[in-house]
């Protein structure tokens, strides 16, 4: 598919690691040979160029002084998660979709590996990428019947205790139905795209992206019931604060957008009407990227089903009956030995024996 020439790729990256800067300036360049325009921050522009000696090549436009968001084709991200989330909350509200690198650890969100910099930048230039949803939250904060806050989140939000050595008691409520209450250090409620980041460290479930649906994950609860519980997209989820410790709280999102939260607080999450928008390279199947990204042994796996297997011999399923509905044999009575039944002679012989033998066993 041939490109539009003239394409402004927004570069996003760690100015504070030499990798990310050498990455970005290799960008830059392959950009510039493809025909497209590299746009940067103003204050990444000054920090590569200190870091950098200042190439004479490198000549990016400014966000904000040569163009603005709404003129961005794609945003490139050179990091790892927490880059994208970086980067997902600054083009909040414009529509632009973002392709990472990743140069962190695990790196679920990224895309492509820093070896692989060279073939991303073709894509781009070639418009050889397709532009998924990822659902995200709409987080409200109400203390005292009014609203203080709102925020979003990708990955998750959760509500936390403010102090280490007091647990938060908090009330689970799903669709202003109350559910139950626990004192905990803090609760995970989370996205399936965050499902593979706090709330499963929390102890949560693994959830596909594609599955629509909304995470509560409590963290170290002191109850009996706090499994994690899996709800409906179009649910909402509420977290109150409770005055019986007077303990306050702390909402995270994403962990970069904080609220406080005192007694009484109650935070609210729901499924945002804007998704977050990632350019995608190649349609790798979720449980491969899992297995890649954990690292997951996968020895024993004898591969897909062929198609001439599945055309094979069908053999009869059995159905197994229950034991309680199958013929019962003929009850046969336990052979057991007749009790006797002492008689007040015996009773009284026994009685005059312990007065006269005390503490001689009967």
Same mark, same amino acid.
């Given at each position: 598919?041939?490109?539009?020439?003239?394409?402004?790729?927004?570069?996003?990256?760690?100015?504070?690691?030499?990798?990310?800067?050498?990455?970005?300036?290799?960008?830059?360049?392959?950009?510039? &040979?493809?025909?497209?325009?590299?746009?940067?921050?103003?204050?990444?522009?000054?920090?590569?160029?200190?870091?950098?000696?200042?190439?004479?090549?490198?000549?990016?436009?400014?966000?904000?002084?040569?163009?603005?968001?709404?003129?961005?084709?794609?945003?490139?991200?050179?990091?790892?998660?927490?880059?994208?989330?970086?980067?997902?909350?600054?083009?909040?509200?414009?529509?632009?979709?973002?392709?990472?690198?990743?140069?962190?650890?695990?790196?679920?969100?990224?895309?492509?590996?820093?070896?692989?910099?060279?073939?991303?930048?073709?894509?781009?230039?070639?418009?050889?990428?397709?532009?998924?949803?990822?659902?995200?939250?709409?987080?409200?904060?109400?203390?005292?019947?009014?609203?203080?806050?709102?925020?979003?989140?990708?990955?998750?939000?959760?509500?936390?205790?403010?102090?280490?050595?007091?647990?938060?008691?908090?009330?689970?409520?799903?669709?202003?139905?109350?559910?139950?209450?626990?004192?905990?250090?803090?609760?995970?409620?989370?996205?399936?795209?965050?499902?593979?980041?706090?709330?499963?460290?929390?102890?949560?479930?693994?959830?596909?992206?594609?599955?629509?649906?909304?995470?509560?994950?409590?963290?170290?609860?002191?109850?009996?019931?706090?499994?994690?519980?899996?709800?409906?997209?179009?649910?909402?989820?509420?977290?109150?604060?409770?005055?019986?410790?007077?303990?306050?709280?702390?909402?995270?999102?994403?962990?970069?957008?904080?609220?406080?939260?005192?007694?009484?607080?109650?935070?609210?999450?729901?499924?945002?009407?804007?998704?977050?928008?990632?350019?995608?390279?190649?349609?790798?199947?979720?449980?491969?990227?899992?297995?890649?990204?954990?690292?997951?042994?996968?020895?024993?796996?004898?591969?897909?089903?062929?198609?001439? &297997?599945?055309?094979?011999?069908?053999?009869?399923? &059995?159905?197994?009956?229950?034991?309680?509905?199958?013929?019962?044999?003929?009850?046969?009575?336990?052979?057991?030995?007749?009790?006797?039944?002492?008689?007040?002679?015996?009773?009284?012989?026994?009685?005059?024996?312990?007065?006269?033998?005390?503490? &001689?066993?009967?």
């Amino acid at each position: 598919m041939p490109y539009t020439p003239g394409r402004r790729i927004l570069v996003l990256t760690h100015t504070g690691r030499e990798d990310a800067i050498s990455a970005a300036l290799q960008a830059t360049r392959m950009f510039a &040979e493809e025909g497209l325009v590299t746009v940067m921050l103003e204050q990444d522009v000054a920090a590569i160029r200190a870091a950098a000696g200042d190439p004479p090549e490198f000549a990016p436009e400014t966000l904000g002084v040569d163009c603005e968001l709404e003129d961005i084709t794609l945003g490139l991200v050179l990091g790892g998660d927490g880059s994208v989330l970086r980067a997902a909350d600054f083009v909040r509200g414009y529509n632009v979709p973002l392709l990472a690198v990743n140069l962190g650890h695990v790196g679920f969100l990224a895309e492509s590996e820093r070896t692989d910099l060279h073939r991303t930048v073709q894509a781009i230039a070639s418009e050889s990428y397709v532009v998924i949803e990822r659902m995200a939250l709409d987080v409200v904060v109400h203390v005292e019947g009014r609203e203080v806050a709102r925020t979003w989140a990708l990955n998750e939000a959760s509500v936390e205790k403010s102090h280490r050595e007091r647990m938060l008691e908090v009330v689970v409520s799903v669709d202003n139905s109350p559910l139950t209450s626990f004192g905990c250090d803090g609760v995970v409620l989370a996205t399936p795209t965050g499902s593979t980041a706090y709330a499963f460290s929390a102890g949560g479930p693994v959830v596909w992206p594609s599955v629509e649906a909304l995470l509560c994950v409590p963290i170290s609860a002191h109850a009996l019931f706090t499994r994690p519980l899996v709800v409906g997209p179009r649910s909402t989820i509420g977290v109150d604060v409770l005055t019986r410790t007077r303990e306050t709280g702390v909402l995270w999102c994403d962990g970069r957008r904080t609220v406080e939260l005192p007694p009484q607080a109650r935070v609210e999450v729901s499924r945002s009407a804007e998704p977050v928008r990632l350019a995608r390279l190649n349609p790798t199947p979720f449980a491969e990227r899992l297995v890649r990204k954990f690292r997951l042994p996968t020895d024993g796996w004898r591969g897909p089903v062929t198609a001439q &297997e599945r055309a094979g011999v069908l053999h009869e399923v &059995e159905t197994v009956e229950p034991r309680h509905a199958g013929p019962r044999p003929d009850v046969v009575e336990p052979a057991t030995m007749p009790l006797s039944v002492p008689s007040p002679a015996d009773i009284q012989r026994h009685r005059d024996r312990g007065a006269r033998h005390p503490g &001689e066993d009967a």
